[in-house]
């Protein structure tokens, strides 16, 4: 938005360097802010050259369907709001004018501008029939990297805005109350929240502690309906829903750490790491070159293979001295916690 050039367009599309729009992008986007002029942003949908490489992509393919099918379309369609995902999307200039700009107070620029420009009562609309080709990370660095990033930064996010959302004048209660509950502590933070302690915490206390009793219906029907919820948006990989919930319950605990990060402003509130992305190297190098060794600092977390220890102490104890079977639900979550906790997950290229 420095440059003259830029500023004296009406319209601004915006892509990552990993991001291959199709040919008739434009065409497709452009009418949506010609015939309203009250609409900021068209976002578009991300589709995944990648998803295929490994578990880990497979298990990110199925998080990302569901936030562009379920959470961006739901936005869209309830009150024209929803955080811009920073690429694959078309600006209205004036919008980004308005609203101040980029600004890097937060490692969520993209949902920062967003926000802003919905406070100013700016409207937002999701286009998920048009599918812009992207990669997804590999590794499973890579990954932790970008989610720290994708929980921290929202997270100071919200507590830089909370009072300007409820002083904005220019949107409805209805809209603040959205933006407020459903799009921040609902999803970014309770839901984080609720599913790492839930999973991790206490239903391994229920086996421990005679006191901590969960009813039945609370300890069966609540994963069943998330599991069952979140696998609309991928059906391609229903048979590997089971897997993705255990895998989604472990990175619970990596985006709660970054959550609590993010409210504290600590060390790491505005860490920047560019996601490394491999492109086409593993159809240029050999299997033996992208399996290289890591250091084994960098292949251990000890949080969660402390964590899976504890859960893997539950179920034993389930097993031997109980007979209610909930080992059934703790004994697979351990074992997905030493997957990570030693990073079985993903692909492991060398840096060498």
Known sequence: MRHAYVRACEFVAMFDADFQPPPDFLVRTVPFLVHNPSLALVQTRWKFVNANDCLLTRMQEMSMDYHFKVEQEAGSSLCNFFGYN?????WRTQAIVESGGWEDRTTAEDMDLALRAGLLGWEFVYVGSIKVKSELPSTLKAYRSQQHRWSCGPALLFKKMFWQILAAERVSVWKKWYMVYDFFIARRIVGTFYTFFFFSVLIPLNILLPEAQIPVWELIYIPIAITLLNSVGTPRSIHLVILWVLFENVMALHRFKAILIGFLEADRANEWIVTQKLGNLQKLKSIARLTGSYR?????????????????????????????????????????????????????????
């Open 296 to 352: 084994f600092k960098d292949r251990f977390h000890f949080l969660e293979v402390f964590i899976g220890l504890f859960l893997l102490a539950s179920a034993c104890f389930d097993y031997l001295y109980r007979d209610d079977y909930v080992y059934l639900f703790v004994l697979p979550q351990s074992i997905m916690y030493f997957a990570i906790g030693f990073q079985f997950v993903g692909l492991n290229v060398s840096e060498d």
């Open 86 to 90: 920073g690429t694959a999307g078309v």
